[in-house]
Structure formats: structure tokens, C-alpha cells
């Protein structure tokens, strides 16, 4: 039989005589141990649900990575094009781990109503788009026809673009584009509004047909701003693009265009940055609340140590080494952690559940980019974060259970 096992069993179930000052004790460890476990289950979720939340709108957008003219990255006055015919496509999409690449030709342009106009991106796609993500944000209407041999004269806005030039589904508007010291122009109607919370995409982008959009750049067939690429996995995109370099970067189309490679990090630097600065508020978070529940814990085994010292001095007169007194109340301890981190992911998780789908908690999207706290709930992550959090709790039991073995049995025999 464990001994200090079934001592510490048997104390935590309640034997013993008075408990009026531990039990409060107790209590107090225990809920400490709850509001820690929880803050940092719900910190790790909404953390990681915001970023890879963002992170999946910059890639909607922007793509993994793109493969382009090397001037047309170096600069954004003028886009030169490449030609993206199918041998290129099969090169790209042979790329170890890319999971889909696409065609796509921009150019800016106004678009004008009858009574507002308004400077915008005109983003042309062909049948090859992944319209995953933008079947996502649509709001109103439905996506476009693109194609990449006919004009469609359908056209994607932003609800940003809508409201300001008062916009509707099957509105008729007219864009114009400077081509060649000339303004030429085009009809269009929209045939859907999309919303991504994303400011620096809303405020400027449209989708439209990549024909249309190539045209007006005076490109003939083929000829394309550039191509995305969707990997699978986004942990590996650097290892992709790195493939993607030693492949393609300071090689030529069949025209002699050179081509060059950038990842979405380097078209958005700065909310990439943003986003790994919450990584360190996790952290920070994470090492308080472990503070909180280690303070608690050994605050709570100090006193139970205290109103027990009658007890272990009996102990040590029966011929118990303070060892095995030191597991006894370890065990105990252990046994307040292990149900207060029940309980913690009990209300830890319960709470992400309820953000998740009935997202309670509300942000401002011009900020945040999203309209409501995301939460992501990742179960081997919540694991790891459980055993780390029982070691460190278990660990620093150690040093305030040697107190222990400072307790005479003469001393507590001769008090009783």
C-alpha cells in the first residue's frame, strides 16, 4: 500500500478532525488554480483564432506566394507582365507542397456612378480562381463569371465601395483606366458585394475578368501580372518558397521576362509583425496566471501544513520519515491541482465554445479586422498546456513541503 497516498486520499475526502481553517485554504488554491487554467485556455484560443483568422484574409487576397515580373515587385508604378502559358503553370504547380496555383492581371482604374467616383485596384481572374475564400466574405449577390477568353462586364466591390458610391447588386457603373496617354473606359455591372473586414483590401479592390483587365493593360494571350500559389500547409511556406527560388527566381518566361517570387510576409510585413507581437502578450499572460496558481497552491499547502502540525508530529513519533510526510501532503496538493484543472478547462473551453458559436463578445472591425472575437480551440495545444501547467504547479510544491521536516513531534506532542 501507497501510504502517504491513502493518508493524503483520505484528508482530501474529508477525515480528520478540524478543517475549519483549510478548507477555506483550500478553496481559495482550488479556484485560483481554475481562474488560471481557464484565462490561459481562453488567451491561447482567441490568440490563435485571431491569427490565423487574419492571416487567412491576407492569404485570400494576397495568396502564399506570388510568382511575377522581378519589376513589377521591385516597384508599383508600372506592372510588366509574364507570360504564364501552360508551361510555366506546370512548373509552378509541380512544386513540392503547392496545392494550387492561379492567374490573375492588375491594373488601376476610377470607377464612376452617375453622382460619386472613386480610385480603386481592378483585380482581373480566370476560371482557374480559387473562389473559396471569397465565397466566404460575399454579403450580397453572387461571384462573377470570370473568365479568361471573353468579357463577362461583371463586377466584384467591397461593401466599403458600395456604400460609398451607393452601390447596389446590378448597379450599372463605368470604370476608366489610363492606357497608353489615353482614357479608355468600360461598363460594368456588379453582380455581388464582398466584406472582409480588411481595410487595405476593402477600400481599393475589385474583382473582375482577367480578359478585361489584360486588355486594358495592352497585354496579348497568356500575358498576366502574375501567378498565385496556394500551398497545403502553411508551417512549410517557407521551405516552399524556398523551392520556389532555386526554380524559378532569376529565370525567364519565353518572352525573356525575369521572374522573381515573394511570400505573403513580404507583401505584408507589418500585420505579420503585429500579429507576432501577440505571441509575447500570450506569453506574458500565460506566466502570470501560472504565478497566480503557483502562489495559491503553496499558499494553500502552507496552511494546511500549519493546521496540521499536531498531526504530522504524531506521524513522526509512529516512526514516519519526513519523506514520506512530504508525499503524503505533495499527494494531497496534487489531488486540489489536478480537480481545480478539471474544473478550469471545464470553464476554459466551455467559454471558447460559447464565443465560437455565438461569438458574445463583439470587436470593432475597422481595428481588429474582425466583428467578433475568433476563437480557435486546439486540442493537442490545450494538452500540452495542462501537463505544463501540472509540472510547474507540482514542482513548486517541493520547496514549502520541506517545511515539514522543521516540525519536532516533541514540541507538537508536549502543545496537544
Given at each position: 500500500m501507497n501510504l502517504p497516498y491513502y493518508i493524503a486520499r483520505h484528508l482530501y475526502k474529508g477525515g480528520g478532525r478540524s478543517q475549519n481553517v483549510s478548507r477555506p485554504a483550500v478553496r481559495i488554491a482550488m479556484l485560483g488554480i481554475v481562474i488560471g487554467v481557464a484565462v490561459m485556455i481562453a488567451s491561447v484560443c482567441v490568440v490563435l483564432g485571431f491569427k490565423h483568422t487574419v492571416r487567412d484574409k491576407i492569404v485570400g487576397f494576397d495568396s502564399h506566394i506570388i510568382v511575377s515580373n522581378y519589376m513589377t515587385l521591385q516597384t508599383t508604378d508600372q506592372s510588366q507582365p509574364i507570360v504564364a502559358d501552360d508551361s510555366l503553370m506546370k512548373v509552378l504547380g509541380g512544386i513540392e507542397g503547392v496545392r494550387h496555383v492561379q492567374r490573375y492581371a492588375q491594373k488601376q482604374g476610377v470607377l464612376k456612378t452617375d453622382s460619386d467616383f472613386l480610385g480603386v485596384v481592378f483585380k482581373g481572374v480566370g476560371e482557374d480562381f480559387d473562389t473559396t475564400f471569397m465565397s466566404q466574405c460575399l454579403v450580397e449577390g453572387k461571384l462573377p463569371k470570370f473568365s479568361a477568353v471573353k468579357s463577362t462586364k461583371q463586377l466584384l466591390v467591397s461593401k466599403t465601395m458600395a456604400d460609398k458610391l451607393r452601390l447596389k447588386v446590378g448597379s450599372k457603373c463605368t470604370a476608366y483606366f489610363m492606357a497608353n496617354d489615353d482614357v479608355k473606359?468600360?461598363?460594368?455591372?456588379?453582380?455581388?458585394?464582398?466584406?472582409?473586414?480588411?481595410?487595405?483590401?476593402?477600400?481599393?479592390?475589385?474583382?473582375?475578368?482577367?480578359?478585361?483587365?489584360?486588355?486594358?493593360?495592352?497585354?496579348?494571350?497568356?500575358?498576366?501580372?502574375?501567378?498565385?500559389?496556394?500551398?497545403?500547409?502553411?508551417?512549410?511556406?517557407?521551405?516552399?518558397?524556398?523551392?520556389?527560388?532555386?526554380?524559378?527566381?532569376?529565370?525567364?518566361?519565353?518572352?525573356?521576362?525575369?521572374?522573381?517570387?515573394?511570400?505573403?510576409?513580404?507583401?505584408?510585413?507589418?500585420?505579420?509583425?503585429?500579429?507576432?507581437?501577440?505571441?509575447?502578450?500570450?506569453?506574458?499572460?500565460?506566466?502570470?496566471?501560472?504565478?497566480?496558481?503557483?502562489?495559491?497552491?503553496?499558499?494553500?499547502?502552507?496552511?494546511?501544513?500549519?493546521?496540521?502540525?499536531?498531526?504530522?508530529?504524531?506521524?513522526?513519533?509512529?516512526?514516519?520519515?519526513?519523506?514520506?510526510?512530504?508525499?503524503?501532503?505533495?499527494?494531497?496538493?496534487?489531488?486540489?491541482?489536478?480537480?481545480?484543472?478539471?474544473?478550469?478547462?471545464?470553464?476554459?473551453?466551455?467559454?471558447?465554445?460559447?464565443?465560437?458559436?455565438?461569438?458574445?463578445?463583439?470587436?470593432?472591425?475597422?481595428?481588429?479586422?474582425?466583428?467578433?472575437?475568433?476563437?480557435?480551440?486546439?486540442?493537442?495545444?490545450?494538452?500540452?498546456?495542462?501537463?505544463?501547467?501540472?509540472?510547474?504547479?507540482?514542482?513548486?510544491?517541493?520547496?514549502?513541503?520541506?517545511?515539514?521536516?522543521?516540525?519536532?513531534?516533541?514540541?507538537?506532542?508536549?502543545?496537544?
Amino acid at each position: 500500500m501507497n501510504l502517504p497516498y491513502y493518508i493524503a486520499r483520505h484528508l482530501y475526502k474529508g477525515g480528520g478532525r478540524s478543517q475549519n481553517v483549510s478548507r477555506p485554504a483550500v478553496r481559495i488554491a482550488m479556484l485560483g488554480i481554475v481562474i488560471g487554467v481557464a484565462v490561459m485556455i481562453a488567451s491561447v484560443c482567441v490568440v490563435l483564432g485571431f491569427k490565423h483568422t487574419v492571416r487567412d484574409k491576407i492569404v485570400g487576397f494576397d495568396s502564399h506566394i506570388i510568382v511575377s515580373n522581378y519589376m513589377t515587385l521591385q516597384t508599383t508604378d508600372q506592372s510588366q507582365p509574364i507570360v504564364a502559358d501552360d508551361s510555366l503553370m506546370k512548373v509552378l504547380g509541380g512544386i513540392e507542397g503547392v496545392r494550387h496555383v492561379q492567374r490573375y492581371a492588375q491594373k488601376q482604374g476610377v470607377l464612376k456612378t452617375d453622382s460619386d467616383f472613386l480610385g480603386v485596384v481592378f483585380k482581373g481572374v480566370g476560371e482557374d480562381f480559387d473562389t473559396t475564400f471569397m465565397s466566404q466574405c460575399l454579403v450580397e449577390g453572387k461571384l462573377p463569371k470570370f473568365s479568361a477568353v471573353k468579357s463577362t462586364k461583371q463586377l466584384l466591390v467591397s461593401k466599403t465601395m458600395a456604400d460609398k458610391l451607393r452601390l447596389k447588386v446590378g448597379s450599372k457603373c463605368t470604370a476608366y483606366f489610363m492606357a497608353n496617354d489615353d482614357v479608355k473606359l468600360r461598363p460594368f455591372i456588379v453582380a455581388g458585394i464582398y466584406q472582409s473586414n480588411m481595410g487595405k483590401f476593402d477600400d481599393v479592390m475589385c474583382l473582375a475578368d482577367i480578359y478585361t483587365v489584360g486588355k486594358l493593360c495592352g497585354w496579348g494571350n497568356n500575358e498576366v501580372t502574375g501567378c498565385e500559389l496556394r500551398i497545403g500547409d502553411f508551417d512549410s511556406l517557407e521551405i516552399v518558397a524556398d523551392h520556389i527560388i532555386d526554380k524559378v527566381n532569376k529565370t525567364e518566361d519565353c518572352e525573356g521576362h525575369p521572374l522573381s517570387s515573394l511570400t505573403v510576409y513580404d507583401l505584408s510585413p507589418q500585420t505579420f509583425s503585429w500579429l507576432d507581437l501577440l505571441d509575447l502578450n500570450v506569453w506574458i499572460i500565460l506566466v502570470l496566471m501560472l504565478c497566480v496558481a503557483g502562489f495559491t497552491i503553496v499558499s494553500g499547502l502552507l496552511i494546511i501544513i500549519l493546521e496540521r502540525t499536531s498531526m504530522i508530529g504524531l506521524m513522526k513519533a509512529l516512526g514516519a520519515r519526513n519523506s514520506v510526510v512530504r508525499r503524503t501532503f505533495r499527494w494531497l496538493a496534487l489531488f486540489i491541482v489536478i480537480k481545480g484543472m478539471v474544473w478550469g478547462n471545464v470553464l476554459g473551453i466551455g467559454l471558447c465554445l460559447i464565443q465560437k458559436y455565438f461569438g458574445v463578445v463583439k470587436l470593432d472591425a475597422s481595428v481588429y479586422y474582425v466583428s467578433e472575437a475568433p476563437v480557435e480551440i486546439n486540442i493537442p495545444l490545450i494538452i500540452l498546456l495542462n501537463v505544463a501547467t501540472l509540472l510547474i504547479t507540482v514542482a513548486v510544491l517541493v520547496l514549502p513541503s520541506y517545511y515539514i521536516s522543521w516540525i519536532s513531534p516533541a514540541k507538537t506532542m508536549r502543545v496537544e
